[in-house]
């Protein structure tokens, strides 16, 4: 069945995630927003679906909007992006976003007990259930009885218990976008069976790793004392079933772009100042799951070990500012840029940097030309839900076959077979690794990146959006059946 069949019988398709896909900005003067689109995954992952069918988006607009200019605002964005807006005062935000998502559940979920385990205050637990009501009173205000309710990801897991609550015949899905710890981590969090008792409200859930899906069943039996099945969890009366459902990229995106003029010119310049060097290139939000001071230290080994590659290898690393409020990140960004100064002091010298460090956003025609002129792209987070830069180097790769250095704790490491997989933690083996990748055989390359290439071109973001809301329609179909008898 193909989605735009769907229409026979549903309503919109309603997406509800915490941040809204566009940024504004106000021009007094002409009395006008205008709205620049984000272009994160999820974006990607709904644009088929946002063709095909009636849509809407709900979310938090991440900034204040003055009381009187709020009509004007959602008038506009509703016309022109199909969105509607949640509002949040700053305090409620703060430790909403910064406090319980950022601080608490985000390095729990990534298995960093340090950073989570001190931040858990009640207050911002509190601030949590607000949050989670203030979307959950736009969208049942929203809703009509035929429309499909897609939940994103941590910040909203208890949306759908109070939804549930507000509107019990609304047919509900929910996606973890990263991963679900092992129970014996899980369980460290004091308002866990809250958590789970939150999405447990849904008609089906979705993770990206059959491992995610493992963990919550068993979170959900040993703490709730649920039953379940590998397929799903039974609770209160229902069965919920789990899908996994990797979210991939899409590919044309990138080729389209690699194909312009511009990119062209950018591929060039890049070649001609990198000219006899071998490129390692690392893009990712400075942000501690990334693994960026393990992957420093790798390199440092590298030119320690292979001696050879002092003068002739680089690492270009792309560190995009995020939640810089948060303390850990701020401490971050003082241990990456010491480790970044150390190693360029250490190891270069007038006419040789090893290290090119940019801690700002990539414009996307110079962020398709990186992935394009590198020999090999080092993803080597510690703990990744997913991670979509390791797709989008191979789609920029074309011919040149460069190797994918891709860590086991990644959700992407279980579906992409032809990556070159390593453990981020045992640096030895990392810096064997960027050896390897650019001593291999053309054939070896070859053979892997034509692997991964099938792979991304079939598991594409739009096939992952249309197969979650084909799945999520038939299954609440099914259960509202089964209420009603
Ligand atoms: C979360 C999960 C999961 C990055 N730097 C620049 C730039 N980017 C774009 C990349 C990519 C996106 O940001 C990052 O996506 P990831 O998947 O790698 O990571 P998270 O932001 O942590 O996303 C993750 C994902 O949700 C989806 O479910 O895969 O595991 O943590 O698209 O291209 N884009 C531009 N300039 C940059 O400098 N233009």
């Known amino acids: 069945q193909t989605i735009s069949a769907l229409k026979e019988h549903m309503g919109r398709v309603i997406v509800v995630s915490n941040r809204l896909p566009v940024s504004a900005s106000y021009d007094a003067d002409k009395d006008n927003w205008t709205f ?39 008038e506009q964005l509703l016309a022109q992006h199909n969105c509607i807006p949640v509002y949040l005062d700053e305090k409620v ?55 499909l309710v897609w939940v994103h990801d941590y910040h909203l897991m208890k949306l759908p218990e109070m939804l549930r609550k507000m509107q019990p015949a609304v047919r509900l899905g929910f996606f973890l976008h990263i991963p679900f710890p092992t129970s014996e981590i899980y369980q460290i969090i004091p308002v866990r069976n809250a958590l789970l008792q939150g999405v447990l409200n849904c008609d089906m859930i979705g993770f990206h790793t059959y491992d995610y899906a493992r963990h919550f069943i068993t979170a959900c039996s040993r ?5 379940t099945t590998p397929a799903g969890v039974h609770y209160e009366g229902k069965f919920i079933p789990l899908v996994i459902s990797p979210v991939g990229i899409d590919p044309d995106k990138f080729e389209n772009e690699l194909r312009t003029d511009a990119v062209q010119k950018i ?14 290139l690392a893009v990712d939000r400075l942000d501690y799951i990334k693994g960026i001071p393990h992957r420093l230290r790798a390199f440092q080994l590298m030119l320690e070990t292979y001696p050879e590659w002092r003068g002739k290898a680089i690492l270009i690393q792309v560190a995009v500012p995020s939640r810089t409020e948060v303390e850990q990140y701020k401490k971050l960004k003082i241990e990456v840029e010491t480790l970044v100064g150390h190693i360029n002091g250490e190891y270069g010298d007038l006419d040789y940097q090893p290290i090119h460090y940019l801690f700002k956003s990539t414009p996307f025609p110079e962020l398709c030309a990186l992935y394009r002129i590198s020999d090999a792209a080092l ?4 703990r990744d839900g997913m991670n979509l830069v390791a797709q989008e180097y191979i789609a920029c ?11 086991e704790f990644a959700g992407s490491a279980s579906s992409l077979s032809g990556a070159y997989l390593v453990n981020p933690w045992n640096t030895h083996a990392l810096a064997d690794a960027m050896h390897d990748a650019i001593t291999m055989t053309d054939e070896e390359k070859k053979g892997r990146f034509d692997v991964l290439s099938k792979y991304i071109h079939t598991h594409t973001a739009c096939n ?9 329609d038939r299954v609440s179909k099914a259960s ?3 209420n009603k008898t």
């Open 267 to 280: 591929i060039g310049d890049f070649q001609t100042s990198f000219k006899d060097k071998k490129v390692f």
């Open 480 to 482: 509202a059946l089964i």
């Open 93 to 147: 935000a703060e430790e909403f976003y910064n406090g319980f998502s950022n601080g608490v559940l985000w390095p729990l979920f990534h298995y960093l007990l340090e950073e989570s385990g001190s931040s858990y205050r009640e207050h911002l637990w509190k601030s949590y259930l607000t949050a989670n009501q203030a979307f959950a009173d736009v969208v049942s205000k929203t809703m009509r009885a035929t429309d």
């Open 379 to 382: 993803v080597t987070s510690i």
């Open 36 to 74: 620049t689109m984000s272009s994160g995954g999820l974006v990607a992952g709904l644009e088929g679906v946002k063709k095909k069918l009636p849509f809407l988006w709900i979310g938090w607009t991440g900034q204040v909007i003055p009381k009187e200019q709020q009509k004007k605002f959602e």
């Open 464 to 472: 992952w959006g249309e197969s979650f809301i084909k799945d999520l």
């Open 223 to 227: 703490l709730l004392g649920c039953e």
């Open 397 to 407: 790769q074309n011919e040149k076959h460069g190797i994918l250095i891709l860590s």
